[in-house]
């Protein structure tokens, strides 16, 4: 009960401290927010209308459209997709050798680079992998292997890996980097303390170093699904949403609806709603944070 | 001195050019060509359904791709605009697209329509290329892999790029025959609104320039598009641009583009059931019915 109010005390004096920065949390996001809330209760087309409409832009949304199949299709696949992606960053672990802590470095960095590379370069470079016609299958074939067929980005059901498979690789480096400050956070005295117990290493990260990388792993969980919900610009760059609607995601729908469809009312409905699920991702997170806190202080 | 906007049709024509689609454009390249079993484009453009279709099978026999397909949503959208208008008819384009007509979509009629749209599919199935962009779909053409592809004029330039000519490489059709409905669309372009008396005069030199008949045959010769006026001298131009100013003279065979009688957002709608069917095992009639959902 304290907790919170304590929380928002200190926001409002961080905001009254740096008012530049405090009016533009308040325009650019909470003002850009509650915008799109009540456009998505208008009847907007084109241009936004003051008009209002309840809740009509949500029952579209959600019932009467039956052409979209855009949402219920994948869920088990975005799942896969957003648990592949935390797993993603325990290789690192692997990389990880608390006695070698400066031998470490230098192969490292090549590997977290990746994902200082925009989403649309890295979707191309994708797709040119993926393309039959340009990329690994091409090469398998050039190479003498006449049959070798690798058309996955081609095919309905399995293009959405094509996207997975990139986007794990962009996101990759940045859950090591994670992972990597987490394991420097681990005091290596430990280590030696556990080498003169006898203690097996895989014991040590198990029961040891494991238990100290929660704060990391839960960092990296949610800003990787909370990067799903918003995953666009990979898509956009190496499917556009097809073959047919194989890769659709619901940002190309907010997308679609906001420029080309002319259907402003129907896209802040979608925006509001994945507002939600990014709320219902973050929420347990911060809550959590929020409990422990006081063990470390 | 109000807002003034010129039109300039000089983008795309129709069913020779752009929203693509109308226009089956035509290789006639070594393969196909030299076999014998596709003879001079010049002379024979498929000039009814059943040739066409007779060429894509020919095509296909020989090994080639009978209709290169981009993987794009608005492409797969104007092949099915090509194969609705020209093996539908212009009535049921009409009712479609125009009166968003639920029992024309409900008809047997346009369910042949989405019968051969399938039929194309799958002559296009062999070469099929993720998400590829109209432009590389287009070098399947000049390079003779495949033998049709329905898109604007804009890919001319690519045709010309490569070195070839209309009339002798490649060929271009709209629709079956002298008569077939020749579908237009066009871009704008609008200046700003001023007062100040030197940029009026600009703005009107400029809109002046851009739409005499000399610009707008030596543009469109190199963009590929036809002229927004009927009264130019065409006969520089290339076979297809020529083809596409009679159609243009003859108001009969002016079919406007169905984004001119569809709001976005149902045109959005269709577009989606339509990229569906083509990249799916869906039947033509699972199809029908949420085609009319959308319209």
């Keep these: ?297 | 001195m109000d807002a003034r906007a010129h039109q300039e049709r000089d983008q795309d024509q129709g069913p020779l050019l752009r929203r693509a689609g109308q226009h089956p454009q035509r290789r006639a390249g070594s393969a196909v060509l030299q076999g014998g079993a596709w003879p001079r484009p010049a002379s024979r453009n498929p000039k009814t359904e059943a040739e066409f279709w007779s060429a894509l099978d020919k095509i296909k026999a020989s090994g080639q791709i009978g209709f290169a397909q981009s993987g794009t949503l608005t492409y797969e959208r104007a092949t099915f605009t090509a194969v609705l208008l020209h093996m539908g008819g212009r009535d049921l384009y009409n009712k479609f697209y125009g009166d968003k007509d639920i029992n024309a979509v409900k008809s047997p009629a346009f369910r042949t329509v989405l019968e051969k749209f399938k039929r194309l599919q799958q002559l296009h199935r062999p070469g099929r290329r993720p998400g590829a962009a109209g432009t590389t779909t287009t070098a399947l053409l000049v390079t003779d892999r495949a033998g049709f592809q329905t898109v604007g004029d804009w890919a001319k330039g690519e045709f010309l790029a490569a070195g070839k000519t209309a009339g002798k490489e490649f060929g271009c059709f709209a629709g079956w025959g002298p008569t077939a409905p020749y579908m237009i669309s066009g871009d704008v372009f609008v200046l700003p609104k001023t007062s100040n008396k030197e940029a009026m005069a600009a703005q009107r030199l400029m809109a002046k320039v851009i739409t005499s008949p000399a610009t707008q045959v030596a543009f469109n010769m190199k963009k590929g598009s036809i002229p927004i006026r009927p009264d130019v001298d065409a006969s520089g131009m290339d076979i297809c641009a020529q083809a596409g100013v009679i159609a243009l003279k003859d108001p009969a065979r002016q079919t406007p583009d169905p984004s001119m009688l569809m709001a976005p957002d149902m045109y959005g709608k269709v577009a989606d059931v339509i990229t569906k069917f083509w990249n799916t095992d869906m039947t033509p009639e699972e199809a029908q019915e949420p085609v009319g959902g959308g319209a």
Excluded at chain 1, 148 to 168: E, G
Excluded at chain 1, 174 to 194: F, N, P, S, T, Y
Excluded at chain 1, 233 to 246: E, K
């Design chain 1, 1 to 297: 009960m304290k907790q919170p109010r304590k929380g928002r005390g200190r926001l409002g004096q961080r905001i009254g401290r740096c008012s530049p920065m405090g009016a533009t949390v308040l325009i650019a996001y909470v003002a850009s927010i509650l915008w799109t809330i009540r456009i998505s209760l208008s009847n907007s087309k084109m241009l936004p209308r003051a008009d209002w409409a309840g809740m009509t832009q949500y029952v579209n949304l959600f019932i009467v459209r039956p052409l979209d199949h855009r949402h219920d299709q994948h869920e088990p696949v975005r799942f896969v997709l957003h648990r592949g992606r935390a797993g993603a960053g325990i290789p690192a672990g692997g990389f990880h050798r608390p006695e070698s802590a400066a031998r470490r470095r230098l192969p490292y960095r090549c590997i977290l680079y990746s994902f200082s590379i925009s989403f649309v370069a890295c979707g191309v470079i994708w797709q040119w992998m993926f393309n039959p016609a340009l990329g690994i299958q091409r090469s398998l074939r050039n190479w003498g292997w006449e049959s070798a067929r690798f058309d996955w980005i081609a095919t309905q059901d399995m293009a959405i890996y094509c996207i997975v498979i990139c986007v794990l690789w962009h996101s990759a480096g940045l859950v090591m980097a994670i992972l990597l400050a987490g394991l420097r956070g681990v005091d290596e005295e430990q280590w030696k303390a556990a080498r003169i117990e006898g203690i097996p290493r895989w014991r040590y990260y198990l029961s040891i170093v494991l238990p100290q990388l929660g704060p990391a792993f839960g960092t990296a969980t949610v800003l990787l699904a909370v990067s799903v919900v918003k995953l666009y610009d990979a898509v956009v760059a190496m499917t556009n949403g097809g073959p047919g609607d194989a890769t659709d995601v619901p940002t190309k729908f907010i997308m679609d609806n906001l420029f080309e469809r002319q259907n402003i009312g129907l896209a802040s409905a979608a925006s509001a709603t994945m507002l939600v699920t990014v709320v219902i991702i973050v929420a347990p997170f911060l809550y959590a944070r929020s409990r422990a806190k006081p063990r470390h202080t």
